[in-house]
């Protein structure tokens, strides 16, 4: 990892200055600057313009009030947030996250981040991010309704199949999405599908598009695998997170012919030596909204539940991080190494912390960031969006085939940029490069905007 150009430092001061105490947004930021020193020894253009403290700026950030009565006929409150980060490339494009965690500057690591992500999957999709500190959990569904609809009453002014189009994160999967786009359509007298994508089937969604982060990540692993000359036959895989990229990610991987031995929720993690009953999991999961804890019970065996304690203690050769920001530290990134990890994949989004990516590079291990491996999700939401510009409906092959192909050329173009750029095999570097050029390119075009 490089350290920050001597003339890019007073970006990251003020944006330290501007977004005081947003530290996961500071986090993201510092490191893609990291990257950006070799871009502008090569493209002085892009310093005399202005042209990073641009990209570094959203370009409008939404704070709201979200009222909405409970069951007990309560009111409470939560507040809403969409930041439009970066539109050069297409309409902001990126999700939105309900968990109790949610603040400013969580939105905005994920709305800079999306912007980069956006951009490498070569689509034209812009950059934005969402969501509001409502808890989902143990929620009903009549409460889940109500605030997603609460929440719409104010998104959707500020969205549009032109001009931000929202999808799913944490927290929000297909209910949130139909309770919000029943909404959005009730204020506009306009059947707009555009307008999100994650939707179900039934109204306008895309196949695939469920499963498209994991299997996603999974098709870059592949893809850094092959260039060592192996692949994931028989190879133990580690996965944290049981929610949608998690559960996908498992099923690619087993597809692909590797064993997945553990997930986890915040509850704590799971091992079965057997592989993962993953029929099992979804059924806890997705039909139940139940918690990992209870796949012991349920399935016997030699399968043991680990409460709290840090998954990545279990040895394994594929290590996939697939639930939040910071879940993978400095430690468990040595104990992951002296365990015999060969690949590492970001299906979170900054999952692992700086410090542990270091270690890893230095140590040899593949390495893919997140706003590489795990870009199958929205490119897939763009593949929703054409279905939907052009009222078709794609089969599960054609839109996994379309997905494949995507995460390959994404995977592509990661690599030879790092190697461009004199730093083969470093995927943190290819993808802020391939991603930043994309966009800064862009905006150059337009003037100063
Ligand atoms: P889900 O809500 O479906 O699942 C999240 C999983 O992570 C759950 O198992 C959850 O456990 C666990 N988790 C969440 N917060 C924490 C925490 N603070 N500590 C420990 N575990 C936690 O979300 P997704 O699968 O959609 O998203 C997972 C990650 O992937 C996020 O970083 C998201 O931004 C990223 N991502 C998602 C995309 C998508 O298409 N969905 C696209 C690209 C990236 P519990 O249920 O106990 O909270």
Excluded at 72 to 84: D, E, L, P
Excluded at 124 to 132: D, E
Excluded at 379 to 388: C, G, I, K, V
């Amino acid at each position: 990892m490089d350290h920050i150009a001597e003339k890019l430092q007073p970006i990251l001061r003020t944006i330290e200055h501007r977004n005081a105490g947003e530290v996961e947004f500071h986090q993201a930021a510092r490191e893609v600057l990291e990257s950006l020193g070799r871009v502008i020894e090569r493209h002085p253009q892009y310093s005399d313009e202005a042209l990073i403290e641009r990209i570094c700026e959203p370009e409008r950030q939404i704070i709201f009030r979200v009222p909405w009565i409970d069951d007990k006929n309560q009111v409470q409150i939560n507040r809403g947030f969409r930041v439009q980060f970066n539109s050069a490339l297409g309409p902001y494009k990126g999700g939105l996250r309900f968990h109790p965690s949610v603040n400013v500057g969580i939105i905005k690591f994920l709305g800079f981040e999306q912007t980069f992500k956006n951009a490498l999957t070569g689509m034209p999709i812009g950059g934005g991010k969402g969501g509001s500190d409502f808890d989902p959990k143990g929620k009903s569904d009549r409460e889940v309704m109500r605030f997603c609809q609460s929440f719409m009453i104010e998104l959707h002014r500020h969205i549009g199949e032109y001009v931000d189009v929202p999808a799913g994160d944490i927290g929000v999967g297909a209910r949130e999405i139909g309770f919000m786009f029943g909404m959005f359509k009730r204020l506009n007298n306009r059947y707009e599908a555009g307008v999100l994508t994650g939707k179900a089937l039934s109204y306008g969604g895309s196949r695939a598009r469920k499963e498209a982060t994991g299997f996603g990540t999974v098709y870059f692993v592949q893809s850094m695998l092959e260039r060592r000359n192996t692949g994931f036959d028989g190879k133990r895989c580690v996965v944290s997170g049981s929610g949608n990229v998690a559960i996908y990610a498992m099923e690619k991987i087993m597809a692909f012919g590797g064993k997945v031995i553990a997930c986890s929720d915040s509850g704590g993690y799971i091992v079965d030596e057997a592989g993962i009953d993953l029929d099992l999991v979804k059924q806890i999961k997705e039909t139940r909204r139940g918690r990992i804890a209870e796949y012991v019970d349920l399935k016997g065996g030699a399968a043991r539940f680990v409460k709290g304690g840090s998954i990545w203690d279990v040895p394994c050769e594929i290590a996939l991080p697939c639930a939040t920001q910071n879940e993978l530290g400095a430690a468990a990134a040595k104990t992951l190494i002296e365990n015999g990890v060969i690949a590492v994949a970001e299906g979170a989004n900054m999952p692992c912390m700086p410090q542990a990516v270091q270690i890893f590079q230095a140590a040899g291990v593949l390495f893919a960031p997140g706003k590489a491996a795990n870009a199958g999700g929205v490119a897939t939401s763009a593949l929703e969006m054409q279905q939907n510009a052009s009222r078709d409906s794609w089969s599960f092959d054609k839109t996994e085939k379309k997905l494949a192909e995507i995460m390959y050329g994404i995977h592509e173009i990661c690599h030879e940029t790092a190697e461009e750029y004199g730093a083969p095999d470093n995927y943190v570097l290819g993808a802020n490069i391939a991603g930043f050029v994309r966009v800064a390119e862009a905006m150059d075009a337009m003037g100063i905007i």
